[in-house]
């Protein structure tokens, strides 16, 4: 008898990946149909997860929209937040969704608000009935900026930020400039964070823009024309980088830039924002930059200066060089066995460093401390 051969199937497909990230406004008009796409434009039903924050200044208007294009609503309040980034919210609004029956392709699934509603949201669509559509609704500037236009979901477990999610690309993104208006300004300083990283990285004329007109841009909430340049510039950039690798294939990301450390910190601290720790990410890489020569002494200070003028400001005191190397130790499993660390080799370049110390990390948090307490430093408390 001789032995069976062996058999071998190999397969392979290649999944398209399209959407739309649209700048609107007025976006609950009934005259503006942005929000039906995907779906039959009279009738159906829409799931809609909001923001409760947002929901107290609109609820009202999302009711009569849906009403007014006779579509079925279930309107169900999020309270937003990292502490709300859980398990248990993910579960809570799929046991919704799923008393809520909506058609598997043309009914999408809508998340009006910050980052976390969209990362949780984009999770609960990816996985109910293992992929339904869902249309992304940022409402706050870093969901603006960040969160929303990539494709990347996620939920914290095991008190580790992000530790469970997935790559799910919505249908469409909706910019609409007019919920910044109402974001504490605390807030809209958060989301400036992201644009510094950008600016910092991967682009010097962005960098500029802040210097000339972000101050106005931040007392204006982006509402004026300068604002609304260096938005699409940030937004722009930030595509340029993810569109061509929106899997993660290449691990070495530019725009992980300020988000090595910064998990440690966020998840020592919670009362820290997103943008908050990624800020003294920044600021602790940039020391490290002038120490090995990378950034010269006044890129170095063009940055810090820019800081000041924009009001944005550093809160040492959560500083910890030990959660900060746990964080950079993660990154490595994360990024496959290196470093990976994004670095500025001058004001809208990057390079990529794989021997990171300990030492390097508390030096530069002493730096750090002992810039932001001189005298005539205007760098302030965040």
């Not at 190999?10 to 649209?22: A, G, K, N, P």
């Not at 999770?123 to 109910?128: I, L, Q, R």
């Not at 919670?270 to 940039?286: P, R």
Request: proline share 4%; aromatic share 6%.
């Amino acid at each position: 008898m001789t032995a069976p051969a062996s058999a071998r199937w190999h397969i392979r497909h290649q999944r398209l990946i399209e959407y739309d990230i649209i700048g609107t406004s007025n976006l609950f008009d009934p005259q503006n149909d942005a929000l039906l796409a995907g779906g039959r434009i009279k009738g159906g039903r829409r799931f809609v997860v909001i923001d409760e924050n947002v929901a107290r200044h609109c609820a009202d208007t999302v009711a009569a929209y849906f009403a007014h294009h006779r579509i079925d609503a279930r309107v169900v309040g999020f309270p937003g937040g990292e502490a709300n980034k859980t398990m248990d919210a993910y579960l809570g609004i799929l046991r919704e969704l799923d008393s809520f029956p909506i058609h598997r392709r043309d009914e999408p699934i809508i998340a009006i608000g910050g980052g976390v509603l969209t990362d949780v949201v984009g999770f609960v669509a990816g996985s109910y009935r293992r992929g339904v559509p869902h249309i992304k609704v940022p409402t706050t500037l870093m969901g603006y900026v960040d969160a929303s236009v990539g494709i990347k979901t996620s939920i914290n477990f095991n008190g580790r930020k992000n530790r469970l999610g997935s790559f799910e690309p919505p249908q469409r993104v909706l910019l609409d400039r007019a919920f910044l208006q109402t974001l504490p300004h605390r807030h809209i300083l958060n989301g400036v964070c992201e644009i510094i990283k950008l600016a910092v990285i991967k682009d010097a004329a962005l960098f500029r823009q802040l210097e000339l007109h972000g101050a106005d841009a931040i007392a204006a909430r982006f509402q004026d024309e300068h604002g609304g340049k260096i938005l699409d510039r940030a937004i722009a950039g930030m595509l340029e980088e993810l569109q061509a690798n929106l899997f993660e294939e290449t691990l070495a990301r530019t725009v992980d830039f300020g988000h090595t450390f910064s998990y440690g910190l966020e998840t020592h601290h919670d009362d820290l924002l997103h943008g908050e720790a990624v800020l003294l990410d920044i600021a602790v890489s940039l020391l490290i930059a002038g120490r090995r020569r990378l950034l010269s002494g006044d890129e170095v200070d063009r940055v810090f200066r820019l800081l000041a003028e924009l009001g944005v400001t550093l809160d040492t005191s959560v500083l910890d060089a030990g959660p900060m190397w746990h964080a950079l130790m993660d990154r490595v499993e994360h990024r496959n066995g290196l470093q990976r660390v994004p670095i500025p080799d001058g004001l809208g370049r990057c390079v990529f460093v794989n021997d990171i110390a300990p030492q390097e990390i508390e030096s530069s948090i002493t730096m750090l401390i002992d810039r932001t307490t001189r005298k005539n430093d205007s760098i302030l408390e965040c």
